[in-house]
């Protein structure tokens, strides 16, 4: 799913995938200053890594802290979050040799109920690459693919029903950028199950 064709209204999905760096601190912040402004939480799908968690345990828990202002979906972005510079993509990230997708799944959700986070149904392909029988296997778990048809980064132009990618984590500064002109705009932020429902 990168979209949802019959919405007004747009997701904002935020990558958290393994990194060194700090997050994007201000960007999160201008996310509480507008959900006070509107007085209503500001609707987000984080997309998590395990290993983002176990890096950074003072700002996932900033994160939980804010959830009077940050209304979170948690979507899981597998554990370790492989990637190889140098493989082609069809045996890289979670379609690399010996990687096993539902180990990868079960303990990101295993440390988000740790934190009594519920994960939701959804799950992002790092790197957003996947074949036939990793997305069977999602299936099998009963979790949906989470795509996006406005990467920012990339310069995709977000439109109405558009699920929006940025990276929360530091690495793409780019992105940022513009999402925070974005967020200050007369946008219906939605949550991402109302892609699914088609409400509102
Ligand atoms: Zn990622």
């Known amino acids: 799913m990168t979209h949802s064709d019959d919405i007004k209204g747009m997701f904002l999905s935020i990558d958290l995938c393994p990194s060194t760096r700090l997050f994007e601190s201000d960007f999160f912040r201008i996310l509480l200053t507008v959900a006070n402004e509107r007085n ?9 890594s395990g290993l983002w968690i176990s890096n950074h345990p ?7 802290n804010n959830k009077k202002s940050l209304d979170i979906t948690w979507v ?5 979050h492989p990637y190889f510079r140098d493989k082609p993509l069809n045996e890289n990230f979670l379609l690399s040799p010996r990687v096993n997708i539902k180990t990868e799944i079960l303990m990101t959700e295993k440390l988000l109920l740790q934190h009594n986070q ?5 799950f992002r392909f790092p790197g957003l690459v996947s074949n036939k ?3 069977k296997e999602l299936n099998n778990l009963g979790l949906i693919p989470i795509g996006s048809n ?3 980064a ?13 990276h929360g984590n530091g690495n793409e500064p780019a992105g940022i950028k513009i999402a925070s002109k974005l967020i200050n705009r007369n946008i219906n932020w ?10 509102e």
């Open 150 to 152: 406005a990467w920012l």
């Open 118 to 122: 519920v994960p939701s149904i959804f």
């Open 190 to 199: 939605l949550p991402l199950n109302y892609a699914l429902s088609g409400s």
């Open 40 to 48: 209503k939480k500001f609707p987000i799908a984080i997309a998590i």
């Open 58 to 64: 003072e700002e996932f828990n900033w994160l939980i």
């Open 154 to 166: 990339k310069g995709e132009q977000p439109k109405s029903g558009s699920i929006v990618l940025i």
């Open 76 to 80: 899981n972005h597998s554990f370790n």
């Open 133 to 135: 029988i990793t997305v």
